[in-house]
């Protein structure tokens, strides 16, 4: 049977509508012969900057290099990246199942929310008689946010019920949404609702903790439902009536929907799941909980394991942290996240960089601001390096591979059933890269697994930082000690370069020889040609230096069109030779005809043994008088070409 290549798009999987969907497909993907690709953003900052960088690795997968994709789209935050995703789904042309989000071109899964949502309404109206609402919402533009706001307004004014505007609260299904929708409500002033409704169990759970905190009791004070079911009744102090959806089998159908339109098996574009209320404490219906204490025993050991494996988890990647914000190199840093990668466990880890985010010239790029090279930044490179590459227990040497590849070879193994989770590396919008982790026991659907994913961000910001800093000063340092016009030496630099051997020259009254040269007729060059041609005159001087000191001499522009050279030990007869050598190399270069003047130079030298207290550039002043007297030979006649 083939295996099929499958991209899932999700955000947030930490919350448990989403953990429970990812369970169900995770449970199928072998079943019907696919390899899963989970591309999963932690989106839940108010920062735009950090958003735009977790979202960015919806842009990753090349949706013509996957046979098939399901889709979260409910969970994404921003319509226009939604928009985005659906586009290019669309133009790859491969079959997509959307779960929730009915999408007229796509599969679908889904529920009636209204009808469910209505049954709560009217069960609280019908048989508790309350009156007075509230409502948590999830987000305004929610499809499936709406149809429950919609359903719940539809019976209350059935039932001649009116709810002001600021007695319902606009969240987005998060826990912090909960709290905040209770203080906003109680703020209010007034008599309090008899009963809030909220969008999802997320909600729920943490509205009813905070009406807790300011001492009201459930439900005898304020009733409060949920919708969802995703939380076990055993864990709270108050069972919450909620609606039962099947979250996991959503998932196993997606699989199937693919798998049959694969293999070409009729079925419905769209599949509605049914759903149950679940009435209980919360609404003030009776106590649904078991007596058994078995259950309450097998529930409090699985707390108690999630618990310590997230406490191990969280001290090892706190530990991992303080180690890594310490290093100071790329290469340590590395080697440090393959000692946790062995830790944690996994049975595949790919650590996944954009090619040029260490680069000098990327650094240069970073600086220059300029708009291609700012969107390089934002966005994946077209090869990627793969710094860690871990499968099986073995490190694998990959060097770079293609953005489009996504991963290295080595992970096509040809078994069906896996279950790729693809994280994006980031600062703001500044994309790193991203890493990739398949079957670990590490706590992925746990907002611990999110604050690592943030925390290992900042250590790759941190560790950029540092090189870049180290890259500033040594282009600092090249700038203080090169002349930017010729690119050799300028007199600092002369001065760093000769420091240390012309102490020791005079320590131990060695020979030194100090060489002055000066260009010929530059003005005359500059008057005729324009100073850009007087400068490439300079220019050239620079690069006969270069081409001819190659025993260890030190050389520099002095200054305008004069230079220096000197070297140590050096005897007349070598002294003479550099000259002659100098002089054949400004000859060979007029041959060549490129330039449209001739080049010529002067030139002059001292040979000494310098004494304590006298500083190299005394000598400067005796070669430059040499210079001079040779200077006077020449005739000066003609420095133009005819």
């Known amino acids: 049977m083939n295996s099929y290549k499958i991209a899932l798009i999700i955000e947030e999987m930490d919350q448990s509508y989403q953990s429970s969907i990812l369970n169900g497909i995770a449970a199928a993907a072998s079943e019907f012969s696919l390899n899963i690709s989970v591309f999963v953003s932690f989106s839940g900052s108010i920062n735009q900057a950090h958003a735009k960088g977790e979202f960015n690795i919806f842009s990753l997968p090349d949706f013509h290099d996957f046979d098939g994709a399901i889709l979260l789209t409910n969970t994404l935050a921003r319509q226009s990246v939604t928009n985005d995703i659906l586009d290019r789904i669309k133009e790859a042309g491969i079959p997509a199942v959307s779960i929730d989000n009915d999408i007229p071109y796509l599969y679908h899964i889904g529920i009636d929310n209204k009808a ?66 209770v203080d906003h409500f109680l703020s209010l002033g007034g008599e309090l609702p008899e009963a809030i409704i909220c969008a999802n169990d997320v909600m729920a759970s943490s509205a009813v903790n905070r009406l807790m905190d300011e001492g009201l009791y459930i439900p005898k004070d304020i009733a409060v439902t949920g919708f969802d079911n995703t939380y076990s009744t055993n864990n709270y102090q108050v069972e919450i009536t909620s609606v039962d959806r099947p979250l996991a089998l959503s998932g196993r159908i997606a699989c199937k ?147 489009r590849d996504i991963l290295p070879a080595i992970a096509n193994n040809g078994r069906s059933g896996k279950l790729y989770y693809h994280i994006p590396l980031h600062f703001g919008d500044r994309c790193f890269g991203y890493m990739v982790i398949y079957n670990s026991p590490m706590p992925l659907h746990n907002s611990m697994f999110e604050s690592f994913c943030i925390s290992l961000s900042n250590t790759l910001e941190n560790i950029r930082k540092v090189i870049s800093l180290e890259y500033a000063v040594k282009r600092l340092k090249r700038l203080y000690a090169r002349d930017t016009f010729s690119g050799i030496y300028n007199r600092n630099g002369f001065v760093l370069a000769t420091a240390e051997v012309y102490e020791d020259c005079v320590e131990n009254q060695r020979d030194i020889m100090l060489m002055f040269i000066d260009l010929d007729g530059l003005k005359k060059i500059n008057d005729t040609y324009g100073h850009n041609v007087g400068d490439e005159a300079i220019c050239c001087v620079a690069n006969v230096l270069v081409k001819s000191c190659t025993n260890g001499e030190i050389y520099c522009r002095f200054g305008g069109d004069e230079f220096i050279v000197f070297a140590a030990d050096a005897t007349e007869e070598e002294a003479s030779a550099l000259t002659k050598l100098i002089a054949d190399n400004i000859a060979e270069l007029n041959a060549s005809g490129v330039n449209p003047f001739t080049l010529s130079a002067s030139t002059g030298y001292v040979i000494t043994k310098p004494q304590e207290g006298e500083d190299i550039f005394n000598f400067v002043t005796e070669a430059d008088k040499v210079m001079y007297a040779e200077k006077k030979k020449k005739k000066l006649s003609k420095y133009l070409k005819a």
Not at 369 to 392: C, K, L, Q, R
Request: glycine fraction near 4%; aromatic fraction near 12%.
């Open 116 to 181: 469910a949502m209505r049954r709560i309404t009217e069960h609280l109206i019908n048989v508790h008689n309350y009156k007075r609402f509230a409502y948590i919402s999830g987000p305004e533009d929610n499809p499936e946010s709406a149809d429950r706001l919609a359903a719940f307004l539809e019976v209350l004014s059935e039932h001649g019920i009116s709810i002001s505007d600021d007695h319902i609260y606009y969240g987005n299904f998060r826990s912090p949404s909960g709290r905040e929708a």
């Open 257 to 403: 929907m693919l798998s049959n339109h694969f293999n070409g098996i009729a079925q419905e574009r769209s599949v509605i799941l049914n759903m149950s209320p679940h009435f209980t404490e919360s609404c003030g219906c009776s106590h649904n909980s078991t007596d058994n204490i078995k259950v309450f025993k097998e529930q409090n050991y699985s707390n108690y394991m999630r618990i310590e494996s997230s406490q191990n988890f969280m001290s090892d990647t706190n530990r991992l942290s303080v180690e890594l914000l310490a290093t100071d190199s790329f290469d340590k840093y590395i080697e440090i996240l393959k000692d946790f990668t062995q830790k944690i466990g996994a049975e595949e880890f790919y650590f996944c960089l954009c090619d040029s985010w260490l680069s000098e010239a990327g650094i240069d790029s970073a600086a220059s601001g300029s708009a291609e090279e700012t969107e390089s930044i934002s966005t994946y490179t077209d090869e990627i390096i793969v710094p860690i590459a871990y499968s099986n227990g073995k490190f694998y040497d990959i060097d770079k591979i293609k953005r």
